[in-house]
């Protein structure tokens, strides 16, 4: 059994904007015994599961699997893939598997074994589980699932643990592509393949999944070298002038959870309330201490779905005269009554988003008084059929122009448009699934699968 | 009593989301004695946060003085949940701000 792995990451999401080549060479010639990172997020909204599609160029994805591909056959060592094309959807792990099939053949690459797994959930599975009176449990304060939000979603894919990457590591795989995963998971699974515990494992993945954002100073898309042992986790900032500080890897904790201290996965919860951090050398954190409490029970599974609620058209105005900037709630109120006068109030969706008054913030803004001289509109209408989306975001923006105020000296129109059109955007998805699944076996909503490639 | 803004106190002041239903903040200080400055001021409360951001107190998901850091770190529930129409900011990334021109007493 080994003493020590190393894990080189680097990316914090592959593909949604290129690896800087420069550090990660340099983590190469550590010769790091895999090469591994996640290219998924729920950031991004819940438009590209919905519709099915990347979130980033294709291009940009093929580049980074490229550099990972060529030295991790070159070495001789494991790739690892999780959250392929940004929603790990089916069609987005099968685009990966057609990338590094063509990749194979261009860098003429021996043969090897690449693995991989789906996760999208069919909904009639889920459909199944409920009417056995399972309930699929909402996360972050959402109710649990009914089955007309079941019926309302497009898309659902569920989030691997270890579990899946552990079986592919099992079956042979040199390179494997994972549907939608757990971050953390990635780096787990081979830790704890080769023996290392759960506990190191995981805080492992923890602290590798986003890449440099660990280090300081901040800049995305540089490598960062993870070391486990039987006693500890070392990471260690490839990038010559980027260090991992107690500070940087302690904050990192912080990034994109609620808590600092918990980290959930499917099959438990990572606990870092007992972390000890030190400065090991000068571009290294050195950490013990975490801890990884098994779930009792059955493994609960997460849930990500995306529905569609209709086409959108976007309409864009500015307004200057003082006058309409002090009462633009008046100016709107006006142009979305001109849009119920032939749609009534349901049916649709039309917002108006205000720049310079709360448009970043909306009814989070804590500055009531704007002081701004000019302001922007972004109207968005959103409606069953294109048509209708244009229709209602053109009166909504139109209507703006033509806003009766007692007062207001310019009477030739009351909103400026860079362009007297609406713009087709990307249809409007919302987030219907933020849930758990009880399963009964950790694999059965990802099937796993191996092929010959070279 | 003498007041300096956490802008000037503190190393990183910062929103993300925390999954599509809730957006967290981390405020981050690279000295442990602004850390324990702002803590001990009590400053940045619930009931603070509350106020700034127009929140019930139900709104507020967590609340946490995270040491190893030098951190204080609080998460809210979104209205509706990221991405979706109407919504502009999809990485929450842009909510932080008025946490910057917070006063935090200082003994002279």
């Keep these: 059994m080994k003493e020590e792995l190393k894990f080189l990451c680097p990316n914090g999401h592959l593909?949604?904007?290129?690896?800087?080549?420069?550090?990660?060479?340099?983590?190469?010639?550590?010769?790091?015994?895999?090469?591994?990172?996640?290219?998924?997020?729920?950031?991004?909204?819940?438009?590209?599961?919905?519709?099915?599609v990347c979130a980033s160029p294709r291009e940009w994805q093929t580049h980074d699997l490229e550099l990972m591909l060529v030295e991790a056959r070159r070495l001789g060592v494991p790739m690892i893939i999780g959250s392929a094309g940004d929603t790990g959807t089916n069609s987005r792990v099968d685009m990966y598997l057609e990338i590094i099939t063509e990749l194979a053949r261009k860098h003429n690459l021996p043969k090897f074994k690449l693995g991989y797994f789906y996760s999208e959930v069919d909904k009639a599975y889920l459909k199944a589980k409920m009417d056995q009176g399972g309930m699929i449990e909402g996360l972050d304060g959402r109710p649990n699932l009914t089955y007309e939000q079941l019926a309302k979603t497009d898309r659902i894919v569920a989030v691997a643990g270890v579990h899946p990457f552990m079986k592919l590591l099992e079956m042979g795989a040199d390179v494997i592509i994972g549907g939608r995963s757990s971050d953390c998971a990635i780096f787990a699974a081979p830790a704890m393949f080769h023996g290392f515990s759960a506990d190191l494992s995981y805080y492992l993945g923890k602290v590798l999944e986003c890449a440099s954002f660990n280090a300081e100073p901040y800049g995305g898309k540089e490598s960062v070298l993870g070391t486990i042992t039987r006693e500890e986790v070392k990471v260690k900032a490839m990038h010559?002038?980027?260090?991992?500080?107690?500070?940087?890897?302690?904050?990192?904790?912080m990034y994109e959870r609620s808590n600092p201290f918990f980290e959930?996965?499917?099959?438990?919860?990572?606990?870092?309330?007992?972390?000890?951090?030190?400065?090991?050398?000068?571009?290294?954190?050195?950490?013990?201490?975490?801890?990884?409490?098994?779930?009792?029970?059955?493994?609960?599974?997460?849930?990500?779905?995306?529905?569609?609620?209709?086409?959108?058209?976007?309409?864009?105005?500015g307004i200057r005269d003082p006058y309409t900037i002090k009462n633009i709630d008046q100016v709107i109120g006006w142009a979305r009554n001109q849009v119920e006068e032939k749609y009534g109030t349901s049916g649709y969706e039309l917002h108006y988003r205000v720049?310079?008054?709360?448009?970043?913030?909306?009814?989070?803004?804590?500055?009531?008084?704007?002081?701004?001289?000019?302001?922007?509109?972004?109207?968005?209408?959103?409606?069953?059929?294109?048509?209708?989306?244009?229709?209602?975001?053109?009166?909504?923006?139109?209507?703006?122009?033509?806003?009766?105020?007692?007062?207001?000296?310019?009477?030739?129109?009351?909103?400026?448009?860079?362009?007297?059109?609406?713009?087709?955007?990307?249809?409007?998805?919302?987030?219907?699934?933020?849930?758990?699944?009880?399963?009964?076996?950790?694999?059965?909503?990802?099937?796993?699968?191996?092929m010959e490639v070279g | 009593m003498e007041t300096v803004k956490l802008v000037d106190l503190a190393k990183t002041i910062r929103s993300k989301n925390a999954g599509p239903d809730k957006i967290t903040f981390d405020i981050i200080f690279r000295e442990k004695e602004n850390y324990d400055l702002v803590k001990s001021s009590g400053?940045?409360?619930?009931?603070?946060?509350?106020?700034?951001?127009?929140?019930?107190?139900?709104?507020?998901?967590?609340?946490?003085?995270?040491?190893?850091?030098?951190?204080?770190?609080?998460?809210?529930?979104?209205?509706?949940?990221?991405?979706?129409?109407?919504?502009?900011?999809?990485?929450?990334?842009?909510?932080?701000?008025?946490?910057?021109?917070?006063?935090?007493?200082?003994?002279?």
């Design chain 1, 15 to 52: 593909g949604f904007a290129p690896t800087k080549e420069g550090s990660y060479y340099l983590g190469v010639r550590e010769k790091p015994d895999f090469i591994l990172c996640d290219s998924g997020s729920d950031d991004i909204g819940p438009g590209p599961l919905g519709a099915d």
């Design chain 1, 240 to 253: 010559p002038q980027q260090r991992c500080t107690v500070a940087s890897v302690a904050g990192h904790a």
């Design chain 1, 264 to 317: 959930y996965v499917a099959g438990g919860v990572l606990d870092m309330t007992h972390c000890h951090y030190e400065q090991y050398d000068e571009k290294t954190c050195k950490i013990t201490g975490p801890q990884f409490r098994p779930i009792e029970g059955k493994i609960k599974v997460k849930l990500e779905g995306s529905s569609k609620i209709g086409e959108r058209y976007i309409g864009i105005a």
């Design chain 1, 355 to 450: 720049f310079g008054k709360n448009g970043v913030m909306g009814d989070l803004e804590p500055v009531k008084e704007s002081k701004s001289h000019e302001l922007g509109i972004v109207v968005q209408g959103v409606a069953p059929t294109k048509e209708m989306a244009e229709e209602i975001t053109m009166i909504g923006t139109r209507q703006l122009f033509y806003a009766r105020l007692p007062e207001v000296k310019g009477t030739a129109g009351g909103a400026a448009f860079m362009l007297d059109e609406v713009l087709p955007a990307s249809p409007g998805y919302v987030w219907t699934l933020n849930h758990v699944v009880s399963v009964d076996d950790p694999l059965e909503l990802f099937p796993v699968r191996l």
């Design chain 2, 43 to 108: 400053v940045v409360s619930r009931e603070r946060i509350c106020d700034i951001y127009n929140l019930q107190a139900s709104e507020i998901a967590d609340f946490v003085e995270f040491d190893p850091a030098y951190a204080i770190k609080f998460t809210i529930y979104r209205r509706r949940p990221s991405g979706s129409p109407g919504e502009s900011d999809v990485f929450g990334c842009q909510q932080y701000a008025p946490l910057l021109d917070l006063e935090i007493p200082v003994a002279l």
